[in-house]
């Protein structure tokens, strides 16, 4: 499956740096991506001011240990299922890796869409692939001065944006905007808000491809995930070779040539700078702005479009190309048991938990009448939306009794409730016994919750 | 500092930080930073839960900095033996 992808120069990974400068494309794979751009992008700027029942819909409130997502709410107790969330989304990856290639690199990836935005800035700034190109050898006028200030701006002021943005996901973002507006802000949200305002300028203002090419360990590994029935952006030789250029009235066979002019637009398209006729290589981020390119070109020489096209090994080769196969059904399989899954367990999770704390201090303590005490912090943890009255007891230990100051505890809703409890049990008790507490509603709830703990009396048999 | 150093310390503190990220979320998912200390009060250097995570972050990037920097090291400086030259 490596056969497909062109050794690399010799130059290898430090080649010195060509600032690219993409060629402006128009075509319906670029339309795709600005949709994409735009849905992603307004998700993300959209989403922190989008309110659900009295507060904001999707909040990371990491000094409160709570994330809101709409309705719901979940705790550090939840954790695994962010893990879950991660292994549905690198399965996604893979599957959809499978099926259409770098799908991801060139429509979805945040790298590829906040440059994007970048680039159009730019071109509003700078002008087309020329006249930046001209600008950038220029002397240092009056006019370039004028337009690299103005793209200064506006890439600062987007990338502050940005960082308030992100940072408006962890802290309320009505709170984070009076904050900025009255000046009074803590330390750590200007931090943040800096620090992921500066990564945007840099990524996507500075680096672009590069971070593809020498940061991104996805792309050095997707070509794994890759088989002859992949979709792939290539360049079709057979129709193409011999390359160069010719009138547009002359019929090509005449001349023993190609349907490629050798107009170069593919390679001026290009925003990572590769030439895709040379074949597919590791820098391709499978953007299609070549086949954009190249349709346009074609159309104009009145040849079909396509020279450049999505297409897979096994159809280049004349074969049929087959979606279902092992790879993707194994990967497909896998994706919806576990998203199927992860949803039954959001939906099933258990609103109470409870966690159990020995003290620290003590093992334990030998009370007056001779019974032994173990002392705990026990932790109510209410996920749900109404306030629960809870109780304790003990069970697996013979004639042992769970204290706790209040028969009941109101645990207000999404809240934890602290309660320290004392377990007592007879003096029969030796060395280390497990026990399990109980947390149950007497609100009439039905709910009921239990941790395991251990019991620990003075050493012997 | 010549180019190649340049990239060569991107790519450290590039990975350091997603190895960071990765630690510090999973580290505070199970500790609360308030809770770490071995009185019932937390140190003074942790007065509140941003501070920790941050502290945390940090910590845990520096590292995976130092981590990354001595693998990146030790596979640049390693003698050439031509039986463990995979560019042959």
Known sequence: ?461 | MNKRTQLDTGVVVWASFLGACAATMVFFAFVDPLLIGDDDSPPVWIPDRKTGYALGFFFFWLMCALSSALTAFLLETRSTDPSTDRSL
């Open chain 1, 1 to 461: 499956m490596n056969a497909v992808f062109k050794e690399p120069p010799s130059t290898g990974l430090y080649a010195p740096h060509r600032k690219v400068y993409p060629r402006e494309v128009k075509g319906r794979f670029n339309r795709l991506r600005v949709i994409s751009v735009i849905a992603l992008l307004g998700l993300f700027y959209l989403m922190p001011w989008v309110q659900w029942g009295g507060r904001q819909a999707v909040l990371f409130d990491l000094p409160a240990r709570k994330f809101y997502i709409f309705g719901l709410t979940f705790f550090p107790q939840d954790f695994f299922l962010l893990t879950w969330l991660l292994v549905i989304a690198a399965l996604s990856l893979f599957f959809f890796t499978a099926l259409a290639g770098r799908l991801w690199c060139g429509y979805a990836c945040p790298q590829t869409v906040w440059t994007e935005i970048f680039v159009w800035m730019e071109r509003w700034t700078e002008g087309n692939r020329q006249q930046r190109m001209k600008l950038d050898r220029g002397p240092w006028n009056a006019n370039k001065i004028l337009r690299k200030t103005a793209k200064q701006t506006l890439w600062i002021a987007f990338s502050l944006y940005t960082g308030f943005t992100f940072v408006g996901y962890f802290t309320p973002i009505h709170e984070l905007s009076n904050g900025l507006a009255t000046l009074s802000l803590g330390g750590w949200e200007w931090f943040w808000m800096l620090f992921y305002g500066f990564a945007t300028y840099g990524n996507a203002g500075h680096m672009r491809e590069q971070v593809c090419k020498y940061m991104c360990p996805y792309a050095r590994f997707q070509s794994a995930m890759f088989d002859r029935d992949t979709l792939i952006i290539s360049y079709d030789a057979a129709r193409g070779e011999p390359r160069g250029s010719r009138p547009r009235a002359v019929d090509p066979r005449s001349r023993s040539l190609g349907d490629c002019i050798d107009c170069k637009m593919c390679v001026q398209a290009c925003p990572t700078g590769i030439d895709i006729r040379d074949g597919l290589q590791l820098e391709c981020i499978a953007c299609a702005a070549c086949i954009d390119a190249c349709d346009e070109v074609m159309e104009k020489m009145q040849y079909p479009k396509g020279l450049i096209r999505y297409t897979t090994q096994a159809a280049m080769e004349g074969r049929k190309t087959r979606i279902l196969r092992p790879r993707t059904a194994i990967y497909g399989t896998l994706l919806v048991l576990l998203v199927a899954g992860f949803f039954w367990t959001v939906a099933h999770r258990t609103l109470v938990e409870v966690d159990v704390l020995r003290d620290r201090n003590a093992l334990y303590r030998r009370l007056d009448n001779g019974d032994i005490e173990n002392v705990y912090t026990i932790r109510i943890i209410n996920k749900d939306t109404t306030a629960h009255e809870m109780s304790l007891r003990v069970e697996g230990l013979p004639d042992a009794v769970l204290d706790t100051d209040a028969p009941v505890y109101l645990v207000e809703a999404e809240s934890v409730a602290s309660i320290v409890a004392r377990i007592r049990a007879p003096d029969t008790v030796r060395g280390g016994r497990d026990i399990e507490v109980i947390a149950t509603a007497t609100d009439g709830s039905g709910i009921e919750s239990r941790a395991q703990a251990r019991f620990i009396g003075p050493a012997g048999t």
